[in-house]
Each structure stands twice: as C-alpha cells, then as structure tokens.
C-alpha cells in the first residue's frame, strides 16, 4: 500500500519515484520481513510458552527427538505474520499474482493451524484428520487452479515449460487444473514431510523462493522471457516481492529455529510454505522446475512413498526410517550433519534448475 502513498507523493517530490522500481521494493520487502522476523519472534515464543503450546512427539519416532517435547510450536505464524506484513506494505495490491499468493498463504494456513491446534491444545498426535486435511488441501488448491485457467489473459500462462528444450512449450487446456492441482498439494505436503529436523524445511523453502523471485522478475520483463525462451507473464513481477518477503521472514525464523531449536514451524508453517512454492511455479509456469530445484522436498516425499508401498508389499522397509531423514539419523549421523548436508544439496539443485534457463 506504501506504493500508492510514494505515487501520491511524487508530486511534491521526484525521489518518491524509487519506489516504484521493483528490485527497491523487494529488497525493502525482504528487510521488513526479516527486522519483523527478528522483534517479534522472542515475543511469540514467550507467549506460546506460557501458552503451553509445545511440540508434541510421537513415540515411535527417533529417540534422539524425546528432548524436544514441550519446545514451543506454531512458530509458522511468525512466518506468516512477516510475509503478509511486508507484501501489504511493499506490493501492487492490485496485482492478482499478489492476491493468488495471499490466499494459498492464508488458506493452507489456516489447515495447518487446526491441525496443529489438535495436537497440541487438544493433545492429539494426529492433529486433523488426513481425509480432511487433504480434502481442504484439495478444495483450496482447486480454487486456485480454476480461477488461474478461467481468467488467463495470455497463451503463455497456460503452457507447460519443459527444462532444457526452447521450442517445447505445449497448451495445457484443462490439463492445466489438474497440474496446478498436485503440485500445490503436493509442494505443500512435501514441505510438511520435510519439516523434521531444526531448520531442514526452512532453508531450502529460502533458496527456491529466491530462485523464484528471479524467475518471476525475468517472466515479467518482455525482453528477458524472449531472450530465455520462455513465457512472459505481464505482471508476473510483483511475485517478486512475496518471494523475497518469504526469504526474509524464513531467514528471521531461522534464526530462532537452527539447531538446537527456540521454536518449530509446526503445519501451520509447512503447509503454507510448500503450497506458496507450489503456487509460484504455477503462476510462471514452470513445474518442472520446481520439481528439480526442490528436490530435497521431492527426496523426501519418494522416500515416504517407497517405506509405505514396500511395507504394504513385501512386508519389509527399505529404509530404517522414513522420511529419509529419520534414516541418516538412526545411522548414527548428528542432526547437524544431517541438516547442514541436505541444505548443500539442495544450494546445488537450486542452481542445476536456474542453469536449465539458459542451457535450452
């Protein structure tokens, strides 16, 4: 909202006029969600203190982990606090890029604080049921999905741009629902199934938002999306700005979250989280991209998918624990060596996927 004010005051001053570029907008952005990060965190872990709003642990889970009942949880709302706070200031609010953001952000949101609020006020492990959950998950993943084909304005923001080939960007039709469908839900799940060490979701949800701003800023300049072969999304870059609000609210988390951890996430997090990076692939049309650049949330998710089928099949698991890493952990590996390792993994997969723009 700050943009029309610094518009309105132009008139009186010309120097007003920086606010209008993007790339001042987005830095402004992501310091207002890190400093708000930073004040309010202490401030919020307080007060689920004595709230009593601790983690709750399964006890079929890693020994290791029985330490770290009662932590405070929930810390998702800070992140969530920060990004809305400094979109609102620093964003187009007339932008509908910007609105699609807001409400993935709110809505998984909202699932992922019942579910935490079930188990951790109501003390049920399960938290909300997976039917619902994932039928909530569904209906606001849809929504998106229908409103983004239903009001596209351009060919472009329906095609399916395949990494590595300029000239393959087939029309998607309805198909595009459906794919827009899975991979919210499914970036959003994959994020929650990640969030199991102290700051293992955190910092590679950081590194694909930032690769995305950089995408979204390239799809919204013309002369930059003909230059990389790919779609160009009149718009797009006001993604910008809540791609580098969440670097910023997730780099102030962080620093509440690293090992040992102040506070967790907890769904309301997680959920919300993987859905935005879900939502932003979406909107510049690049999927498969963030198949590659988060392919430790993809890691994650198979190695789940392979314990429960090969357990169901053969009666047998593949690994000693899943997600995989539960595994590395009862391998003997330290949790800091585990987080810090699957961070460099996924610093190198979020490059190999920024490569694919210019090798087609």
């Known amino acids: 909202m700050l943009v029309y004010l610094a518009e309105y005051l132009t008139q009186f001053y010309t120097g007003f006029n920086v606010f209008s570029y993007l790339t001042f907008r987005a830095i402004l952005g992501l310091l207002t969600a890190l400093l708000f990060s930073l004040w309010w965190g202490p401030k919020l872990i307080e007060r689920l203190q004595l709230l009593q709003i601790g983690q709750v642990v399964r006890n079929d889970g890693p020994e290791s982990h029985f330490s770290k009942r009662g932590t405070p949880t929930m810390g998702g709302l800070l992140i969530l606090a920060a990004v809305f706070l400094s979109v609102l200031l620093w964003g187009d609010l007339s932008s509908q890029y910007v609105w699609v953001m807001l409400f993935v952000l709110g809505s998984f949101g909202l699932i992922g604080f019942i579910d935490d609020y079930r188990k951790v006020v109501r003390k049920d492990t399960k938290g909300l049921i997976a039917r619902w959950k994932y039928l909530w998950q569904s209906v606001a993943a849809l929504v998106v999905a229908i409103y983004l084909y239903a009001f596209a304005q351009n060919p472009g923001e329906t095609q399916l741009v395949v990494p590595f080939f300029k000239d393959v960007m087939p029309q998607l039709g309805l198909v595009f629902i459906v794919l827009a469908y899975f991979t919210i839900v499914g970036s959003s799940n994959a994020v929650n199934l990640t969030d199991g060490l102290d700051g293992l979701a955190i910092m590679p949800t950081v590194m694909v938002a930032a690769a995305f701003a950089l995408i979204a800023y390239l799809s ?40 040992p951890a102040q506070v967790f996430m907890g769904d309301v997090g997680s959920l919300s989280l993987g859905a935005a990076l879900g939502a932003m692939a979406v909107l510049v049309r690049q999927e498969i991209l963030l198949v590659i650049m988060g392919g430790v949330f993809v890691m994650e998710t198979v190695s789940v998918i392979l314990q429960v089928g090969s357990f169901k099949l053969r009666g047998q698991r593949i690994f000693r624990m899943a997600p995989i890493h539960h595994h590395y952990e009862l391998k003997g590996w330290p949790e800091p060596r585990v987080i810090v390792r699957f961070w460099i ?16």
């Open 220 to 259: 919204g300049h013309a002369q930059f999306a003909s230059y990389l072969h790919i779609p160009h999304l009149p718009g797009s870059g006001e993604l910008v700005i809540v791609c580098t609000a969440i670097v910023g609210a997730g780099l102030g988390f962080l620093w509440f979250n690293t090992y």
């Open 345 to 360: 993994i996924s610093i190198f997969l979020v490059l190999l996927g920024l490569a694919t723009l210019k090798l087609r």
